[in-house]
């Protein structure tokens, strides 16, 4: 198993940015797929974006199309995702993921504890 740390929330206001990061305890070999997720108050946890070992992400939900870009070092066993644009709705606590892969939480079996990020209006 691997264990997962995220960094880099907090709180922005609209149309700022921010950039997460996620470290993990042990180099990857490929086909792990990293991701990120965010869970809002009341809502289940979203798909936010993923991206194969060999840099090659997934496709971004029309939510954060556009605006959002994960990137990952394997060097360094750590995933990143910079957010731009920011809108109050990206409020949500997000949760970075490994594993097999895919667009469903179910897919991943290693998790980060979470990292806030408030934006405010």
């Known amino acids: 198993q691997v264990q997962l740390v995220e960094s880099g929330g907090g709180l922005v206001q609209a149309g700022g940015s921010l950039r997460l990061a996620c470290t993990a305890s042990?180099?990857?070999?490929?086909?792990?797929?990293m991701a990120w997720f965010r869970e809002a108050p009341g809502k289940g946890r979203e798909f936010v974006a993923a991206i194969r070992w060999s840099g090659e992400s997934l496709n971004y939900p029309d939510s954060v199309k556009g605006r959002f870009t994960i990137s990952r070092d394997n060097s360094r066993a750590q995933v990143y995702l910079q957010m731009n644009s920011l809108k109050p709705e990206d409020t949500a606590i997000y949760y970075c993921?490994?594993?097999?892969?895919?667009?469903?939480?179910?897919?991943?079996?290693?998790w980060g504890q979470g990292t806030q990020v408030s934006v405010s209006s």
């Open positions: 993921a490994g594993g097999p892969g895919g667009y469903m939480s179910r897919s991943y079996h290693d």
């Open positions: 042990r180099r990857t070999i490929a086909p792990y797929v």
